[in-house]
T-cell receptor
Framework: GENVEQHPSTLSVQEGDSAVIKCTYS??????FPWYKQELGKRPQLIID?????GEKKDQRIAVTLNKTAKHFSLHITETQPEDSAVYFC???????????FGGGTRVLVKP | DADVTQTPRNRITKTGKRIMLECSQTKGHDRMYWYRQDPGLGLRLIYYSFDVKDINKGEISDGYSVSRQAQAKFSLSLESAIPNQTALYFC??????????????FGPGTRLTVL
């Protein structure tokens, strides 16, 4: 089955700096890669996703890149703000709407 | 607003007890999932169901069972709870969201402690 590895497990950045989280996956058949943000005590919520026919996708201060050949994808957060402090999860799936395999999560702390 | 709800939100039980966690959704989605979350391990899939007559095991189904009573309801049971089943449990559905993607929507979670 699919295996998703996520690094780093914790990330501390200064407000205004950028944060990068990296994930690798094992199943070359995976085609859908969402990112979820989980604030303390809350449920995970989708923040951005990318499909295998796209190499990069941006939404305001967040972007995701995908390298299907190398089987890795990354989340980039620019101009970090205190409200970006949360746990971020990457995931992989055969298709959107299908079961997800999650990475272990990255706890991001943005220091004012 | 259409939502995914879970009951109970918190539960403390003893080893050997039978426990049922319930999930309901008003999103009209066919697909439903149960995950457990442990620190450092992310979310791991326990069971999933693509419609009322379809039940599938996930990566960690041992010690759990599920029932899909209706399109809107998907219950998770622990027949004989053990301490290493202490975790945060999330129900999820999948369908088209405001992003236009066929995304998964999570319930608020149930924190289960097995003593």
């Amino acid at each position: 089955g699919e295996n998703v590895e996520q690094h780093p497990s914790t990330l501390s950045v200064q407000e205004g700096d950028s944060a990068v989280i990296k994930c690798t996956y094992s199943d070359s058949a995976s085609n859908y890669f969402p990112w979820y943000k989980q604030e303390l005590g809350k449920r995970p919520q989708l923040i951005i996703d990318i499909r295998s026919n796209v190499g990069e996708k941006k939404d305001q201060r967040i972007a995701v890149t995908l390298n299907k050949t190398a089987k890795h994808f990354s989340l980039h957060i620019t101009e970090t703000q205190p409200e970006d402090s949360a746990v971020y999860f990457c995931a992989a799936s055969l298709a959107a709407g299908n079961k997800l395999t999650f990475g272990g999560g990255t706890r991001v702390l943005v220091k004012p | 607003d259409a939502d995914v709800t879970q009951t109970p939100r918190n539960r403390i039980t003893k080893t050997g007890k039978r426990i049922m966690l319930e999930c309901s959704q008003t999103k009209g989605h066919d697909r439903m999932y149960w995950y457990r979350q442990d620190p450092g391990l992310g979310l791991r899939l326990i069971y999933y169901s693509f419609d009322v007559k379809d039940i599938n095991k996930g990566e960690i189904s041992d010690g759990y069972s599920v029932s899909r009573q209706a399109q809107a309801k998907f219950s998770l049971s622990l027949e004989s709870a053990i301490p290493n089943q202490t975790a945060l449990y999330f129900c999820a559905t999948s369908g088209i969201g405001t992003s236009g993607s066929n995304e998964q929507f999570f319930g608020p979670g149930t924190r289960l402690t097995v003593l």
